[in-house]
């Protein structure tokens, strides 16, 4: 199993961008594919983006689907979430997963970081 953990959270105002980090531990980081997650206060956790083990395939919500870009690297063991054009109905906790390809659910849904805050003012 992979143990993650997420930065680059901040505070942005809205229209601006942000970038986060997924620092994975292990060997086996490019075997899975992988994902972004994020929970806003009082709502339940949701698909963000999704990424092939080999970074050549991806997959969004579609509340970020044009605005948001995955992408990793195997060979540092991060994956990373670029963020632009943000709105105040981004804030939230963003968590990294693993997924199974092309589904929008995390692989290991007990094994969760300590996510980062990703805060947009309006």
């Known amino acids: 199993q992979v143990q993650l953990v997420e930065s680059g959270g901040g505070l942005v105002q809205a229209g601006g961008s942000l970038r986060l980090s997924c620092l994975a531990s292990g060997r086996t980081f490019s075997r899975y594919a992988m994902g972004w997650f994020r929970q806003a206060p009082g709502k339940e956790r949701e698909f963000v983006a999704g990424?092939?083990?080999?970074?050549?395939?991806?997959y969004y919500a579609d509340s970020v689907k044009g605005r948001f870009t995955i992408s990793r690297d195997n060979a540092k063991n991060l994956m990373y979430l670029q963020m632009n054009s943000l709105k105040p109905e981004d804030t939230a906790v963003y968590y990294c997963?693993?997924?199974?390809?092309?589904?929008?659910?995390?692989?290991?849904?007990?094994?969760w970081g300590q996510g980062t805050q990703v805060t947009v003012s309006s």
């Open positions: 990424i092939s083990w080999s970074g050549g395939s991806t």
């Open positions: 997963n693993a997924v199974p390809y092309g589904y929008q659910r995390p692989l290991f849904s007990n094994s």
